[in-house]
C-alpha cells in the first residue's frame, strides 16, 4: 500500500498523438476537501485506505499539486446523442490524469471529473456539480457492489465555489478510476473527420493494451468487435437483471470494454413500470428500462460503421448479429440465478414472461419481489398492502412447479437467491436523504454509510446498523410513494 505521493504514473494514451487530446492539466482550485473515499476502490491502486483523509492526497487529486509521471490530458471524442450525431463533444471538463499499475500488474485510469475547462469545453464552465459528483460516486460504488462491470470512484472532492446552472450550485471533483476511457465516440470522432488512420491506430492501441492476447491474430479486429459485442449484451443484460437504468446511451457514453461508464439521470427500478426512465430530458423514453437492450444494439451499429474500412461489412454483419441471441442468453442466465432456476426452457421463459406481466400489474417493487421469493412459501407478500391476490397465487403456483422438478430444498434455494437478488439498491429516496443531508447541512455521513451498505448489498449487515443505530428496515424498504418514478435532468 501506498500514500499518493508515491503513486507510479504513466499516460500511454500521449504516444498517440495530439490529434487524439489537448494536453492540459486541471485547474487549481480553492479550498479543497473530502466528501467522500471509497477504499475499495483504493485497492485497485494499491492506495492506503486512510489516504483520503490526506491533505497531500486532496491537493494533488483536485489539481493544486501536480502529480510526478502523469501527463494530463482531455480526450478527443464525439459521438451520438439521443440519435443525433453531435461532433463537438470530448473530454469538456474531464482530465486523464494518467495511469498507475498495481502490484497484480493491472493498469488504471485515474480520471479528474469537473477538473476545470478544456478546449472541448464549448463555453460550458468544466466543472461539475456536487449533487452530480454525489450520484455518480455512490452509483459506481453501488454498481460494483452489485458485481456489475463499471467506472470507480475514488473520491469525491468538494471545492469551494460556486457554479450556475439552473440556480447557484455547490462543485466538486469526482476522481474516476476505470480500465479505459475509450469511448464508442472515439472511435466516432475520428471517422467522421474523415481521419482511418487514426481510427485504426485507435483500434490497435485499444487491441494492445486491454486485449494484448489477441495482439499478434491476423483476425484481432474482428476479435475485438465480438468482445465488445459479447461485453456490452453482458453489461446491459446485468442493467436490466438488476433493474438499473442508465438513462443516457450516448455512444459517448458507451465504453469499449463493457464497464458502465458516465453516470448522469440514471435510476433503479422501483415499482415495476417496464417504459421508465428516470432521465426528464428524454421526452420519448429512448432510454427506457425497457429499450436499454435495443440501443446497446443501435450504439454497436454506430461503432461498427467506423470500422468499416478495417473490417468488411459482411463480416461485421456477422458479428453484429450474435448481438441479440447473446443477449437473450445472459439475460435468461441472469434471470435463472435471480429465481433459483437451472432449467431454462420454454417453461422457463414463459414464467419470466408472466412474472413482468404480474409485476406490472400489481405494481410490485421489483427488489424486493425477488427477496420475498427466496422466502417462499414461508413468506406471504404483504408490501404495498397487496395480499396475495389470484393473480398472484397462480403465478406462485406455476413457480413452484418449476422449483419442484429441479429438486432443489427451499433452504439451498434461499441461499443462492439471496446472494443473486440485493437487499439494497440505490433507492431515489436514499440518494435524495444523502444529497439533502450534504448540501443543505454539510453533513456528508449518510453518502459514506450508503456507500458502505452497498457494497455488500446482499447481505443483511446487521452489524454495520448497530454501529450506527440506525433501522436497517429503512434501506430495504419499498420506495415510499412520493419519490415513485422521479426523473433527475441531465444538469443536476
Ligand atoms: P456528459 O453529459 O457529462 O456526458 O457530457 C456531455 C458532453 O458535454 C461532454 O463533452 C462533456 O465533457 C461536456 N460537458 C458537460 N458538462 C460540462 C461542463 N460543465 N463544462 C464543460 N463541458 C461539459
Ligand atoms: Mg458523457
Redesign the pocket.
Known amino acids: 500500500m501506498t500514500d499518493s505521493k508515491n503513486l507510479n504514473f504513466h499516460n500511454r494514451f500521449t504516444e498517440l498523438g495530439p490529434e487524439f487530446y489537448q494536453a492540459k492539466a486541471p485547474d487549481s482550485v480553492t479550498d479543497p476537501y473530502l466528501i467522500d473515499f471509497s477504499p475499495s476502490a483504493a485497492k485497485l491502486i494499491d492506495l492506503s485506505p486512510g489516504e483520503g483523509k490526506s491533505q497531500g492526497f486532496i491537493d494533488r487529486f483536485s489539481g493544486n499539486c501536480a502529480l510526478e509521471g502523469a501527463q494530463p490530458l482531455a480526450m478527443a471524442y464525439s459521438g451520438h446523442q439521443f440519435g443525433s450525431y453531435n461532433p463537438r463533444?470530448?473530454?469538456?471538463?474531464?482530465i486523464l490524469l494518467g495511469e498507475v499499475l498495481n502490484q497484480k500488474q493491472e493498469v488504471w485510469d485515474i480520471h479528474l471529473k469537473g477538473a476545470g475547462?478544456t478546449r472541448?469545453?464549448?463555453g460550458?464552465?468544466?466543472?461539475?456539480t456536487l449533487q452530480a459528483s454525489i450520484r455518480e460516486h455512490l452509483a459506481s460504488e453501488a454498481l460494483n457492489g452489485l458485481g456489475i462491470p463499471t467506472t470507480r470512484s475514488l473520491a469525491i472532492i468538494g471545492i469551494r465555489e460556486l457554479i450556475y446552472r439552473q440556480k447557484p450550485e455547490l462543485a466538486a471533483i469526482l476522481v474516476r478510476i476505470a480500465d479505459t476511457h475509450i469511448r464508442f465516440g472515439s472511435f466516432e470522432y475520428f471517422h467522421y473527420t474523415g481521419q482511418p488512420k487514426n481510427v485504426k491506430r485507435l483500434l490497435e492501441f485499444a487491441i494492445q493494451n486491454y486485449y494484448p492476447d489477441i495482439a499478434k491474430e491476423s483476425d484481432r479486429y474482428q476479435i475485438f468487435f465480438q468482445r465488445t459485442i459479447q461485453r456490452t449484451a453482458k453489461l446491459i443484460a446485468k442493467w436490466q437483471s438488476v433493474g438499473f437504468i442508465h438513462g443516457?446511451m450516448?455512444t459517448?457514453?458507451m465504453s469499449i470494454t463493457g464497464a458502465t461508464f458516465?453516470y448522469?439521470p440514471y435510476g433503479f427500478m422501483d415499482r415495476f413500470v417496464s417504459n421508465h426512465t428516470p432521465n426528464h430530458s428524454d421526452t420519448h423514453g429512448r432510454y427506457a428500462y425497457s429499450q436499454q437492450s435495443e440501443i446497446g444494439f443501435w450504439n454497436l451499429n454506430k461503432l461498427a460503421e467506423t470500422l468499416i474500412p478495417l473490417i468488411s461489412p459482411e463480416t461485421l454483419e456477422v458479428e453484429i448479429q450474435q448481438y441479440q441471441p447473446l443477449f437473450n442468453r445472459f439475460y435468461r442466465e441472469e434471470m435463472g440465478v435471480k429465481l433459483g432456476l437451472a432449467i431454462l426452457d420454454s417453461e422457463f421463459s414463459q414464467l419470466v414472461q408472466k412474472m413482468f406481466y404480474l409485476l406490472q400489474n400489481r405494481q410490485l417493487d421489483y427488489t424486493n419481489f425477488f427477496r420475498f421469493l427466496a422466502n417462499h412459501p414461508n413468506d406471504s407478500y404483504s408490501a404495498n398492502n397487496n395480499n396475495e391476490d389470484d393473480e398472484l397465487k397462480s403465478w406462485l403456483n406455476q413457480y413452484n412447479k418449476l422449483v419442484e422438478r429441479e429438486g432443489v430444498s427451499h433452504a439451498e434455494r434461499k441461499i443462492q437467491m439471496d446472494s443473486a437478488n440485493p437487499k439494497y439498491i440505490l433507492r431515489t429516496h436514499l440518494i435524495q436523504s444523502a444529497l439533502d443531508k450534504a448540501l443543505k447541512e454539510s453533513d456528508f455521513s449518510e453518502i459514506k454509510r450508503l456507500r458502505i451498505i452497498l457494497e455488500n448489498p446482499f447481505e443483511k449487515q446487521s452489524k454495520i446498523f448497530e454501529k450506527y443505530g440506525i433501522d436497517s428496515e429503512y434501506y430495504s424498504q419499498d420506495t415510499p410513494d412520493k419519490f415513485l418514478c422521479k426523473q433527475t435532468s441531465?444538469s443536476a
Open positions: 463533444l470530448g473530454d469538456g471538463r474531464g475547462p472541448f469545453a464549448r460550458f464552465d468544466g466543472r461539475a443516457v450516448n459517448d457514453n458516465d448522469g441531465c
